[in-house]
């Protein structure tokens, strides 16, 4: 072989090698003992995406559309094409149809949703994705434990297992509410859960409260009741809703109640991206 091109092997190959060594160093950097959770500024819809201090990545919803995954370019590194879980709260549109392009486009490790069914094209492509990707597939249920590393979810909603029933008419009635706790910071994520759900919630004496609230329905006045948010008595609210959508949303009631209770509220409509850590004792914002 000519010296000169073993020369520039030799040099590609340093080159690769110190490149590998600069992206492990820069995730070994990153991470820095905080939990950090990011609302994204994902339209009229919701996606939220989680990373722990033991780098576990969770996405929570994909809102409508592609949109999701220029938001996870910019959250992940672009050379990571993983993501440990993905939990669908119900199979909205605006839940549920970024998941689909998430799953073309991602490794997915664990997939945890309420598995109740619809009948639309973007839930048939849902199901056909999860028969084609190699992840483990939870339904979820009241007092199910998700550990990551020193961070754990908490499901503590539907009460029932929903497992091939249609939820064709009331889909958002089956939304996954969990509980994500690190130290003593906890993050409500109540999907679309309306308020009848609430009570029944609140009636399993299960403990709901939280530092964070994701405010549910995107501040439809369907839910967030004074009781619910009496109960949870969250210091922080965001609010996911899409700039000048159709839905009135959020509900002039619903702000109202927030302020009652004297609960700071963030919305991605006029925050964009909201990015939350927490130390495990202290959380912080900023957007």
Request: proline fraction near 3%.
């Amino acid at each position: 072989m000519d010296n000169n091109i073993k020369k520039d092997i030799i040099f590609v190959s340093l080159f690769l090698l110190i490149l590998a060594n600069v992206f492990v160093w820069q995730f070994i950097l990153s991470l820095d003992g905080n939990l950090k959770v990011v609302f994204f500024d994902i339209g009229e819809g919701d996606s939220a995406f989680v990373e722990t201090p033991q780098g576990h990545q969770i996405l929570i919803d994909g809102g409508p559309g592609q949109r999701v995954l220029t938001k996870l370019g910019h959250a992940m590194p672009f050379w990571d094409k993983t993501i440990d879980l993905v939990i669908l709260s119900h199979p909205d549109y605006d839940h549920l149809s970024g998941l689909v392009s998430v799953l073309e486009r991602y490794q997915v490790k664990n997939i945890l949703w309420n598995g109740g069914l619809v009948n639309n094209t973007v839930f048939t492509n849902w199901q056909k994705d999860l028969a084609i990707e190699k992840a483990q597939v939870f339904t979820a249920q009241s007092g199910q434990v998700i550990k990551a590393g020193q961070a754990r979810f908490l499901v503590l909603y539907p009460l029932a297992d929903l497992a091939g029933q249609s939820v064709e008419k009331e889909s958002n009635n089956s939304s996954v509410v969990a509980r994500l706790s690190y130290g003593s910071s906890d993050f409500l994520f109540t999907g679309d859960l309306p308020t009848k759900n609430e009570i029944e919630l609140l009636a399993s004496n299960q403990d709901v409260a939280s530092e964070v609230l994701k405010v549910a329905h995107h501040g439809s006045k369907y839910s967030s009741s004074p009781e619910f948010l009496a109960v949870v008595n969250p210091q922080l609210a965001i609010i996911s809703c899409g700039a000048n959508n159709t839905y009135g949303h959020p509900n002039q009631e619903v702000l109202n109640n927030l302020q009652n209770f004297a609960i700071n509220t963030l919305r991605t409509d006029q925050k964009g991206d909201i990015t939350i850590t927490s130390d495990g004792s202290n959380f912080y914002y900023k957007q």
